[in-house]
């Protein structure tokens, strides 16, 4: 019985040696186009699947698409400029805001977060937080951080005057009759790109000052007795700036902020309703400078609201109201600067324009020092 088998599968080895290559590819080729022409078949019919699905998302697309090149066809995405406190832009806490309008074509231009009193008091808490660690550095350090911050604006002096050069500052602010604030539209550039490398020269000249104006500003008293008698300034604490409406509105805001700071002072700014911007575009460039959070905290919102509070602050210790003189007048004037009063705090009321290193000790306090003579 295994000898019939053993010969069966001889033979069957020799027929298949024998069989030539070409015999032995035909025979598989034919295998496989009997195997291929099912796959034939799946692969045409996915490939119909697959163009009814490419259809359907060209008629999507088709459908949705947007006209890039008519920009009449879109919304423009306006800027809502925040509060800045603590290096941080939180929106206030009310959640109210107000639109900036144009004048000329009545189109809203921006929207400005509107400072309600507890904004107030969390800038306060910053500022006072903020202060000892800045008044602890060295002067000539101050000056350095102080020198960064114009850096950075001299680099982003053209966005500055592309976004002021909108508007029209020099004419200041209007409200229409729907209480809006409304500024105008300024033809060309020129004079915003003024304004800030006059602004950004303000900035570079009190941070020189900074490790220089003690030796102008302090003294060394003559006095009868075995010893020595200093005066010297130090910084105040936490001082409010209220900035009022001008001309020149970027400038005079650094001309009233850099003096502050230089000393070792942390601040709480209150920018005008009409023209905001400025300030908030400032405190975008502060916010990458190497100034600490908490140093310069910046609010915008209405000013005949938040005075009071700013002078009835317990610890606000000085509140500089220099380039805002419609503070000091009238009914106004007699119920805030009654506020200070009661709260004994300094309220500052220079000439606003005024670049000096005299200018610093508006947010100083002298310090006298009696040192006994050594022998």
Same mark, same amino acid.
């Given at each position: 019985?295994? *000898?019939?088998?053993? +010969?069966?599968?001889?033979?069957?080895?020799? $027929?298949?040696? /024998?069989?030539?290559?070409?015999?032995?590819?035909?025979?598989?080729? $034919?295998?496989?186009?009997?195997?291929?022409?099912?796959?034939?078949? #799946? *692969?045409? =019919?996915?490939?119909?699947?697959?163009?009814?699905?490419?259809?359907?998302?060209?008629?999507?697309?088709?459908?949705?698409?947007?006209?890039?090149?008519? $920009?009449?066809?879109?919304?423009?995405?306006?800027?809502? &400029?925040?509060?800045?406190?603590?290096?941080?832009? @939180?929106?206030?806490? =009310?959640?109210?805001?107000?639109?900036?309008?144009?004048?000329?074509?009545?189109?809203?231009?921006?929207?400005?977060? /509107? %400072? !309600?009193?507890?904004?107030?008091?969390?800038?306060?808490?910053?500022?006072?937080?903020?202060?000892?660690?800045?008044?602890?550095?060295?002067?000539?350090?101050?000056?350095?951080?102080?020198?960064?911050?114009?850096?950075?604006?001299?680099?982003?002096?053209? !966005?500055?005057?592309?976004?002021?050069?909108?508007?029209? &500052?020099?004419?200041?602010?209007?409200?229409? #009759?729907?209480?809006?604030?409304?500024? /105008? =539209?300024?033809?060309?550039?020129?004079?915003?790109?003024?304004?800030?490398?006059?602004?950004?020269?303000?900035?570079?000249?009190?941070?020189?000052?900074?490790?220089?104006?003690? %030796?102008?500003?302090?003294?060394?008293?003559?006095?009868?007795?075995? &010893?020595?008698?200093?005066?010297?300034?130090?910084?105040?604490?936490?001082?409010?700036?209220?900035?009022?409406?001008?001309?020149?509105?970027?400038?005079?805001?650094? *001309?009233?902020?850099?003096?502050?700071?230089?000393?070792?002072?942390?601040?709480?700014?209150?920018?005008?309703?009409?023209?905001?911007? @400025? %300030?908030?575009?400032?405190? #975008?460039?502060?916010?990458?400078?190497?100034? @600490?959070?908490?140093?310069?905290?910046?609010?915008?919102?209405?000013?005949?609201?938040?005075?009071?509070?700013?002078?009835? +602050?317990?610890?606000? *210790?000085?509140?500089?109201?220099?380039?805002?003189?419609?503070?000091?007048?009238?009914?106004?004037?007699?119920?805030?600067?009654?506020?200070? %009063?009661? !709260?004994? /705090?300094?309220?500052?009321?220079?000439?606003?324009?005024?670049?000096?290193? &005299?200018?610093?000790?508006?947010?100083?306090?002298?310090?006298?020092?009696?040192?006994?003579?050594?022998?």
């Amino acid at each position: 019985m295994f *000898n019939k088998i053993f +010969h069966k599968i001889y033979k069957w080895i020799l $027929s298949v040696a /024998k069989s030539s290559p070409r015999d032995r590819g035909s025979a598989q080729n $034919s295998r496989s186009e009997e195997d291929g022409s099912g796959d034939e078949n #799946e *692969n045409v =019919s996915e490939s119909n699947n697959n163009g009814d699905e490419e259809n359907k998302n060209i008629a999507f697309k088709n459908a949705t698409a947007i006209t890039r090149n008519d $920009s009449a066809s879109r919304t423009t995405v306006l800027k809502t &400029y925040k509060l800045f406190i603590k290096g941080e832009f @939180p929106r206030s806490e =009310s959640g109210r805001s107000f639109p900036v309008m144009s004048v000329e074509t009545g189109e809203l231009i921006a929207h400005a977060a /509107k %400072a !309600s009193r507890k904004d107030l008091r969390a800038a306060v808490e910053a500022a006072a937080g903020a202060h000892p660690n800045w008044a602890k550095k060295t002067a000539f350090n101050r000056g350095q951080i102080l020198y960064r911050v114009a850096e950075i604006l001299e680099t982003r002096a053209e !966005s500055f005057a592309t976004e002021l050069g909108r508007f029209n &500052y020099n004419s200041g602010g209007d409200t229409n #009759e729907n209480g809006r604030t409304t500024i /105008k =539209s300024r033809q060309g550039q020129n004079t915003a790109k003024q304004e800030i490398f006059n602004a950004i020269d303000c900035w570079v000249w009190y941070a020189g000052w900074a490790d220089k104006y003690s %030796a102008i500003t302090g003294s060394a008293n003559p006095v009868s007795g075995p &010893y020595f008698n200093f005066t010297t300034p130090e910084p105040m604490g936490v001082v409010g700036i209220i900035i009022g409406e001008s001309q020149t509105p970027l400038l005079t805001l650094i *001309n009233r902020l850099a003096p502050a700071l230089v000393s070792g002072n942390s601040v709480v700014l209150l920018a005008p309703e009409s023209v905001p911007l @400025p %300030a908030i575009t400032l405190s #975008e460039a502060l916010a990458v400078s190497d100034i @600490p959070p908490g140093v310069v905290n910046i609010l915008t919102g209405d000013t005949a609201e938040l005075a009071t509070h700013f002078l009835s +602050h317990k610890n606000i *210790n000085a509140v500089d109201i220099s380039s805002c003189p419609k503070i000091g007048a009238g009914e106004m004037g007699e119920e805030v600067l009654g506020a200070a %009063a009661d !709260s004994i /705090k300094r309220v500052i009321n220079s000439s606003a324009d005024e670049q000096s290193p &005299y200018a610093i000790t508006d947010f100083c306090e002298m310090k006298t020092v009696w040192h006994p003579v050594g022998k």
